[in-house]
């Protein structure tokens, strides 16, 4: 009769014992399995690693716009070549992934430059599934006056004709390229930028626009089975820092660094290629 206590006490005590030991299990973290890792990694998106970048040169071009760009691609892990209208007019530009149009004064010094068979085969290498990034001076270079791969106009000085530090709108909406989860505004250097018009913007992506106005500063769209990205501010400088290589807007802060961005958009122009 003595004993049954101490039989029950032992029942209890080993039922505590495993109701704390399940409670352990059960506040463990779950360790994914490899599958989700590995559908986690196949899912990044990183084709400017070795693509070949042609950065142009000529007349007109400003070198800071150049070198920026040449240090951004770089960066982005491109195998970057600086060519000159040779290279176009020789028929090796389709050894190239993405054509690079910097800064410049375009419009005073490079507007008769490119003959016009330069500019067929910068569009039949565009159409044939090459892209074209364009800055500045080299975004207005693709509009209806010159390359007219843009079928609308480039109207300057939207806020003004000086430069400054100037925030823009992200199209989060937009899904060529998928800008969902991108942050809503940048700040990036205004040069007497402007905005991108045309009669029909259809199939034309605004990426970014102007906060006061909505106006569009960034676009983006297909051409031929290849894609196009235009930006009349600079996103490739990144002011007070060396990391651009350029010391030119140097004694301006910029509060970010707009070079994942355009990473961003540089994989989905060489996207367009690989689809």
Request: aromatic share 10%.
């Amino acid at each position: 009769m003595q004993q049954k206590p101490i039989f029950l006490g032992i029942i209890a005590t080993g039922v505590i014992t495993m109701v704390a030991i399940a409670l352990i299990f059960t506040s463990l973290p779950t360790i994914p399995d490899d599958s989700t890792t590995q559908t986690t990694t196949q899912t990044t998106i990183d084709l400017m690693d070795g693509a070949k970048a042609a950065v142009y040169t000529d007349r007109g071009i400003r070198a800071s716009s150049r070198a920026a760009l040449v240090s951004m691609f770089e960066w982005m892990g491109a195998d970057v070549t600086i060519i000159d209208e040779s290279v176009i007019l020789n028929g090796t530009l389709g050894n190239y992934d993405i054509i690079v149009m910097p800064g410049g004064c375009w419009c005073t010094e490079r507007c008769e430059i490119l003959g016009s068979l330069a500019k067929n085969a910068i569009r039949q290498f565009i159409a044939n599934g090459g892209a074209y990034f364009g800055i500045d001076g080299g975004a207005s270079y693709a509009t209806a006056w010159r390359l007219d791969i843009f079928h609308g106009t480039f109207w300057p000085d939207s806020n003004g004709s000086e430069t400054y530090l100037l925030e823009v709108n992200v199209n989060t909406n937009s899904m060529q390229p998928d800008l969902s989860d991108e942050q809503e505004s940048y700040t990036l250097l205004y040069e007497a930028s402007g905005y991108f018009e045309a009669v029909n913007m259809t199939g034309i992506t605004p990426i970014c626009t102007y906060t006061d106005t909505g106006l569009p500063c960034m676009i983006s769209f297909d051409y031929g089975n290849g894609r196009v990205f235009l930006s009349s501010p600079h996103p490739e400088y990144e002011e007070g820092s060396m990391r651009d290589n350029v010391e030119t807007w140097d004694t301006l802060t910029d509060p970010d660094s707009e070079w994942d961005f355009m990473f961003r958009i540089c994989n989905w122009l060489l996207e367009g290629a690989n689809t």
